[in-house]
């Protein structure tokens, strides 16, 4: 199909446009999983959910979903500290507390790291996705 998403695009730009908008509406909710050596934690937050809403944005359209698929893989490796930071600091808290709720949220931070290398391989698919717009002479040699 012309212009046809790989599989899983549309939900990793759906994940991005939530996470974006999120970012920016509720950046405190962000500012806590910003690695301590990093500066200025709401500005990283605000920017990540720029980055994310282009992201998202972007792979929803074919001629811009391969740069958009790029962007999003080197992006999903880029936030994977802050993900690495929310489960040490849930782990804290669980060790800290040893209420039970706590130790659940600190193992789905931990489950959820693992998971962030699919959506990196989804993005490269997108980063390789064709769409269409390839000049005549090319699209005859792919076709013959």
């Known amino acids: 199909m012309h212009g046809a ?4 695009v549309v939900g990793l730009a759906a994940a991005f446009l939530a996470s974006g908008t999120l970012h920016l509406v509720r950046p405190e909710l962000f500012e806590p999983i910003v690695p301590r050596f990093l500066p200025a934690p709401r500005e990283l937050v605000l920017a990540s959910g ?9 792979l929803l359209h074919p001629r811009t979903r391969p740069v958009a698929g790029a962007a999003s893989a080197a992006l ?15 782990g804290r808290r669980a060790a800290r507390t040893r209420q039970p709720a706590h130790g659940l949220a600190f193992a ?5 790291l693992p998971l962030q290398w699919p959506l990196v391989r989804v993005a490269l698919r997108a980063a390789r996705a064709q769409d269409g ?9 792919a076709a013959g």
């Not at 999903?76 to 849930?90: D, E, G, T």
């Not at 789905?108 to 959820?112: G, Q």
């Not at 717009?133 to 040699?141: K, L, T």
């Open 5 to 8: 998403a790989p599989r899983g």
């Open 50 to 58: 720029v980055a994310e809403l282009v992201c998202g944005a972007g």
């Open 76 to 90: 999903l490796v880029a936030v994977f500290p802050a993900n690495v930071q929310m489960s040490l600091s849930h």
């Open 108 to 112: 789905a931070t931990v489950a959820r």
């Open 133 to 141: 717009a390839q000049p005549p002479a090319r699209r005859a040699q």
